[in-house]
């Protein structure tokens, strides 16, 4: 969430020192990985206005039809080699061995799937690592790599409709993506003790063979065997005990609801952790790297307050338990990862924590079909945060709103963000002028549609892939105006808006 700039609010005075470093750092971050202040900024320049339905979203089995042969892109406009079409995958069983020691991750994916058209061959996503064997259903399959595409050749053809399953042995040393432009590091990153995994937009290729697009969601099981002492942290639960045999342990974790291939994690180190439960009954798994062992209770408490705050304002909780993680790699960034969020280097403060967690409705929940539609993540995210600064009395989201409306050079004006641009996907505008949005719909249509719809919206959408068009939609049938010059404005016009009243 950091790599767009820090809101113009002064600290409150209840936050401990500290806290705020997690943000300054995250800015210094971002101006080392770009070599430039501005770059962290959203790019100058107007671009056309483009409508919301323009284009079709990306779907599981969507992409560009090259007869019985799968595509090597699920058909995101911006992202035109990430994930794969002509398959849907349901579940991913991913057997994982990590040693940090030599970095060398060894594993094991299993793939089901069902395919939604003819298929000789396929693809899935991988980068680097060396595949020794691939089976489908059972036998043995051909496979070339070419780039960061896997393209796999059944040994008999799969019709259109049949579900199957591809197995793929692989191991080597993880390379994280590296996008200097306006990304900086992410997917697998080796650490001293373990490793940092965070992959938005597209990195959980670096790691396991995936259609690594959140626009085919899957359930997934995670067994991760690490050497003894450390621990191995997924998405979802635990289930059972870690078993430890000859020096190393491994971890078993079930992510039972569908999940973005770029919400996987299997974060590994030495970590303290604290489980338990939230006030409202909901299981909270908390884990810190040794270093900032002070924040774990902070990071414990918060997450299951600001959980509960969350499931009263946006709707129930659509996961089966919550929690954070903070690791002691630098990244300044977090990441929504589902049910743990992860905090990259600093401890978080609450608006942080409530940012991210918001995501797991907005994001995790709710996923977007094109990378374009991110405004439906962050600005909601952002959103939350004024929010939940509003209900902590530090400020109200309104007085945000007009602190940025105020600066009429801020050049997120000339960035729409209703069409994120994959050169600066994390711009400010995304974040900043998508939260304007919401505030600028809530003032027009009052509190008592504005809520009742974003808890329509999450739950119409539960699992689901979303639109902007679709969010347009509903906001118009539950208010009942006619909104549409609105969200022109807001999300796609590259000028400020008129004031609203
Ligand atoms: N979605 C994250 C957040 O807003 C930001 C991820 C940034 N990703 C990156 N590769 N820099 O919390
Ligand atoms: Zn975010």
Not at 131 to 149: H, I, L, P
Not at 179 to 195: C, E, H, M, Q, V
Not at 369 to 376: A, E, P, Q, T
Not at 447 to 473: C, M, S
Request: aromatic share 12%; charged share 20%; hydrophobic share 35%.
């Amino acid at each position: 969430m950091s790599t767009h700039p820090l809101p113009p609010f002064p600290a409150p005075t209840t936050t401990p020192t500290g806290v705020r470093a997690g943000r300054s750092l995250s800015a210094l971050i971002c101006v080392v990985a770009v070599g430039a202040v501005t770059a962290c900024a959203p790019s100058e320049g107007a671009v056309a206005p483009s409508p919301a339905a323009a284009v079709a979203p990306a779907s599981p089995g969507a992409g560009a039809s090259r007869g019985t042969m799968g595509a090597p892109g699920i058909g995101d406009p911006d992202f035109p080699s990430d994930g794969n079409g002509g398959y849907d995958v349901q579940h991913y069983d991913l057997r994982l061995s990590y040693d940090p020691a030599s970095r060398k991750l060894a594993g094991s994916a299993t793939i089901e799937a069902k395919a939604v058209q003819d298929l000789t061959s396929f693809d899935l996503d991988l980068h680097g690592l060396a595949v020794s064997r691939v089976t489908v259903d059972g036998g043995a399959a051909g496979f070339t790599r070419n780039k960061d595409e896997l393209v796999i050749e059944p040994g008999r053809r799969i019709s259109n409709g049949d579900r199957f399953a591809v197995a793929v042995d692989y191991s080597g040393v993880p390379e994280p993506m590296r996008d200097s432009a306006n990304l900086g590091k992410y997917g697998f990153i080796s650490t001293p003790d373990g490793a940092f995994v965070t992959c938005e937009p597209n990195g959980a290729k670096t790691w396991f063979p995936s259609n690594d697009h959140p626009s085919d969601k899957a359930t997934y099981d995670f067994q991760i065997t690490v050497p003894e002492g450390l621990t191995a942290i997924a998405n979802g639960e635990m289930t059972g005990t870690p078993q430890t045999k000859a020096g190393k342990t491994t971890f078993v974790w079930r992510e039972k609801h569908p999940m973005a291939s770029y919400l996987a994690t299997m974060t590994t180190g030495k970590f303290q952790v604290r489980t338990g439960t939230s006030d409202k009954g909901l299981p909270i798994y908390a884990a810190v790297a040794d270093s900032f062992h002070g924040s774990l209770d902070q990071l414990f408490t918060e997450t299951g307050k600001i959980t509960d705050y969350w499931s009263t304002v946006f709707g129930p909780y659509p996961f089966s338990s919550t929690g954070g993680v903070i690791d002691d790699y630098a990244a300044g960034y977090a990441l929504e990862n589902q049910t743990k969020p992860i905090y990259g280097g600093f401890s978080p403060e609450p608006t942080i924590i409530a940012h991210e967690l918001a995501h797991q409705w907005f994001g995790d929940s709710l996923s977007i079909g094109r990378w374009r539609d991110l405004w439906l993540n962050e600005g909601f995210a952002t959103y939350a945060e004024w929010l939940w600064a509003e209900h902590a009395g530090q400020y109200t989201a309104d007085s945000a709103f007009r602190r940025y409306y105020a600066n009429a050079a801020d050049p997120m004006w000339n960035y729409p963000p209703g069409t994120a641009r994959a050169s600066d996907l994390f711009g400010s505008a995304v974040y900043n002028r998508g939260a304007m949005t919401l505030h600028a719909l809530r003032r027009e249509i009052g509190d008592d549609k504005f809520f009742p719809l974003i808890r329509e919206w999450t739950n119409a959408h539960r699992y689901g892939t979303v639109t902007t068009q679709e969010f347009i939609a509903l906001a118009e049938r539950v208010s009942g105006k006619n909104l549409k010059e609105l969200f022109d404005a807001w999300l796609f016009q590259p000028r400020r808006p008129a004031p609203i009243t």
